[in-house]
């Protein structure tokens, strides 16, 4: 049975009355150079095992807020996005550009953005701009195709980035806490090479260098669709290049070039959406078996998103020690341990 992980159609993630576990919090370093305020999520899980509190608050009801946002872009398109963040924002907090799956909208993902939000980012998850439409009250129809032909782009993805200070207007005087000068990408399925190429990953068999954008810090990557036979990925920048994480299926991940330094996370998942948790459905449930929901495969993944964008973005040093310490970890309510490894 899936607790608390909410379809899009149900509310907006962040309701009242949550405990100490509700929130994402780990134990963090002050950094002197940046604003901050007194986070009691953080006092009270000091000492705590930093992927522990984010695996177990994810299970719950997170404490984050989402909000759907669009922007003109200059050349006339309408850039359409879905901005998740915090209930209460204390800290100075990254940016996170999320790329969609063919087909998808933001708010297929408020699961998985909006843990993540609740963790101390600021998301900004793009539309397909061919989703028309969101049945997700049965988890049935979660896709509708209209007669637009055109794909998100790289060109949107930095557009937003250049104008994440517009959708920051969310939070009102503390709009000023968005710091976009630390920047990192995710995202799911044909979305998930958008975000890899923004970090300057990419197929082998296809220039990488040229879609890097230099702000992107680190990559985190759920489930990316199969590579063309043959092809790896590779890193357009070897020597002080983005970071990159994927997480998905064991034997399911795409392959790296030996000594890249891709690190992946196999997770014991049946399907590369977490059973329709996150994005469309692959096999609708009325033309088949109910698939079943996997809200702790999913936890895990946002946890380790965490983990790694605090060591990507904040340059938490501790939290690379932690990453690392996942391989082999068993994880109450995953029926195999995690595996981590690094190309």
């Not at 900004?124 to 009250?137: E, H, N, Q, T, W």
């Not at 220039?207 to 890097?212: D, L």
């Not at 890193?235 to 034997?251: D, H, K």
């Not at 059973?275 to 078996?289: D, W, Y």
């Amino acid at each position: 049975m899936m607790r608390g992980l909410v379809w899009p159609s149900v509310c907006a993630l962040g309701l009242s009355g949550l405990g100490a576990n509700s929130a994402f919090a780990q134990t963090r370093s002050t950094p002197k150079n940046t604003e901050r305020g007194f986070n009691p999520m953080t006092w009270l899980n000091r000492g705590r095992d930093s992927f522990e509190v984010v695996y177990e608050a994810s299970t719950g009801v997170v404490a984050a807020r989402t909000r759907d946002f669009s922007i003109r872009a200059p050349d006339g398109n309408l850039c359409q996005a879905r901005i998740a963040y915090p209930v209460t924002v204390y800290d100075r907090m990254p940016l996170i550009i999320f790329c969609p799956d063919t087909g998808c909208k933001g708010a297929m993902y408020d699961p998985f953005i909006g843990a993540l939000a609740a963790s101390g980012y600021f998301v900004i998850a793009l539309d397909d701009p061919r989703a028309v439409s969101l049945k997700a009250g049965d988890g049935a129809s979660l896709m509708a195709t209209s007669s637009q032909s055109r794909r998100p782009s790289l060109a949107e993805a930095r557009f937003l980035i250049d104008m994440s200070s517009e959708a920051a207007q969310v939070l009102g005087p503390r709009a000023n806490r968005v710091d976009a000068s630390r920047v990192g990408v995710t995202g799911h399925g044909e979305g998930a090479w958008m975000a890899l190429s923004l970090a300057g990953w990419g197929s082998s068999n296809s220039e990488v260098a040229t879609a890097r954008d230099g702000r992107v810090m680190a990559a985190f990557v759920l489930s990316p669709t199969p590579l063309e036979d043959n092809a790896r990925i590779v890193n357009a920048v070897p020597e002080g290049g983005a970071l990159a994480l994927l997480a998905g299926q064991a034997g399911g991940l795409p392959p790296a070039l030996p000594g890249s330094g891709l690190m992946a996370l196999n997770l014991p998942i049946r399907s590369g959406n977490f059973g329709g948790l996150i994005g469309n459905p692959s096999t609708p449930r009325k033309a088949g078996p109910k698939q079943v929901i996997e809200p702790r495969p999913l936890a895990a993944a946002v946890a380790a998103a965490s983990i790694f964008f605090d060591w990507g973005l904040k340059r938490q040093s501790d939290r690379k020690r932690t990453l690392l310490a996942l391989d082999g970890r068993v994880v109450e309510g995953l029926s195999q341990p995690l595996k981590l490894t690094r190309a």
